[in-house]
T-cell receptor
Framework: AQSVTQPDIHITVSEGASLELRCNYSYGATPYLFWYVQSPGQGLQLLLKYFSGDTLVQGIKGFEAEFKRSQSSFNLRKPSVHWSDAAEYFCAVYTGGTSYGKLTFGQGTILTVHP | EAQVTQNPRYLITVTGKKLTVTCSQNMNHEYMSWYRQDPGLGLRQIYYSMNVEVTDKGDVPEGYKVSRKEKRNFPLILESPSPNQTSLYFC?????????????FGDGTRLSIL
């Protein structure tokens, strides 16, 4: 079965600093990969997704992610973090087949931004 | 505005008292699902539905029921809630069952079972 690991439970950065959130997946082929953000008291919002093609994908709010097949990773990056980016971030995969549309989520990474 | 609406947003109740969390979407989506979110575990799928009258178990279905009598509604039923069902619940919908389509989430329902 597929799995997703986000090694960092909590990350703290200063406003204006760069950010990288890690995501590793376990699956035999290339899955569909997603990053979602959850602001306090709200549902999940899709930041970006990767299906195929260019391994560097751009998303909303200035985020980007890079798919690295050799490392089974899909890390999320942002060059300069804003205080409004404080939230919880989830990596998710979809592998099709008998999963019948299910997204498998990582454990989440809580981002704190210091002024 | 396209949205997934869950009610209630917050609920505190007692063990054994049946409760229903409603979920409604206005996008004519075929696929709907319920997740629970627990610290350190991410989101785990409880049940999903690929269309009216078609539902199936996700990863953590024990203690939950669902129904899909209409396309827009997918209520989550806890017949006899227990404290281990205290959690944050999300309903989601998608146009079809293919995972490469964007999934829309409700704002969540925080349940506390005492």
């Amino acid at each position: 079965a597929q799995s997703v690991t986000q090694p960092d439970i909590h990350i703290t950065v200063s406003e204006g600093a760069s950010l990288e959130l890690r995501c590793n997946y376990s699956y035999g082929a290339t899955p569909y990969l997603f990053w979602y953000v959850q602001s306090p008291g709200q549902g999940l919002q899709l930041l970006l997704k990767y299906f195929s093609g260019d391994t560097l994908v751009q998303g909303i709010k200035g985020f980007e992610a890079e798919f690295k097949r050799s490392q089974s990773s899909f890390n999320l990056r942002k060059p300069s973090v804003h205080w409004s980016d404080a939230a919880e971030y989830f990596c998710a995969v979809y592998t099709g087949g008998t999963s019948y549309g299910k997204l498998t989520f990582g454990q989440g990474t809580i981002l704190t931004v210091h002024p | 505005e396209a949205q997934v609406t869950q009610n209630p947003r917050y609920l505190i109740t007692v063990t054994g008292k049946k409760l229903t969390v409603t979920c409604s979407q206005n996008m004519n989506h075929e696929y709907m699902s319920w997740y629970r979110q627990d610290p350190g575990l991410g989101l785990r799928q409880i049940y999903y539905s690929m269309n009216v009258e078609v539902t199936d178990k996700g990863d953590v279905p024990e203690g939950y029921k669902v129904s899909r009598k209409e396309k827009r509604n997918f209520p989550l039923i806890l017949e006899s809630p227990s404290p281990n069902q205290t959690s944050l619940y999300f309903c989601a919908s998608r146009e079809g069952f293919l995972g490469n389509q964007p999934q829309h989430f409700g704002d969540g329902t925080r349940l506390s079972i005492l």
